[in-house]
């Protein structure tokens, strides 16, 4: 079992950062891939970033660029820096978890489905 808490969600106008977090508890961290995704009213799941236990990164093309996912092994916690924000990049932003080798799966791989553990989300308003 691993537990998550997303923060640092909030209202932010165009062209802002925020820094989101999440803290996860239960498997070891450093035995576990982690990821981003978000999701608009109306619209599906999209998988935004992820970090595996390796520290290879991947990021969705809506993202790249702009946004920057890592993480402290020491704090069990998982980041998302969000540069350069756009009124389209409203959502609520949940982070995932992953014990299993995401490497292991075929491409794509930020598919909501190829994780099973999930935060309760922290929702993101950006303003024009």
């Known amino acids: 079992q691993v537990q998550l808490v997303e923060s640092g969600g909030g209202s932010v106008q165009a062209g802002g950062s925020l820094r989101l977090s999440c803290a996860a508890s239960?498997?070891?961290?450093?035995?576990?891939?982690m990821g981003w995704f978000r999701q608009a009213p109306g619209k599906e799941r999209e998988g935004l970033a992820a970090i595996d236990r390796d520290r290879t990164v991947t990021y969705a093309d809506s993202v790249k660029g702009r946004f920057t996912i890592s993480q402290d092994n020491a704090k069990n916690t998982l980041y998302l820096q969000m540069n350069s924000l756009k009124p389209e990049d409203t959502a609520m932003y949940y982070c995932?978890?992953?014990?299993?080798?995401?490497?292991?799966?075929?491409?794509?791989?930020?598919?909501?489905?190829?994780?099973?553990?999930w935060g309760q989300g922290t929702q993101v308003t950006v303003s024009s």
């Open positions: 995932a978890a992953r014990p299993g080798r995401l490497s292991a799966i075929p491409p794509p791989r930020l598919r909501p489905n190829n994780f099973p553990y």
């Open positions: 239960g498997n070891p961290y450093s035995r576990t891939d």
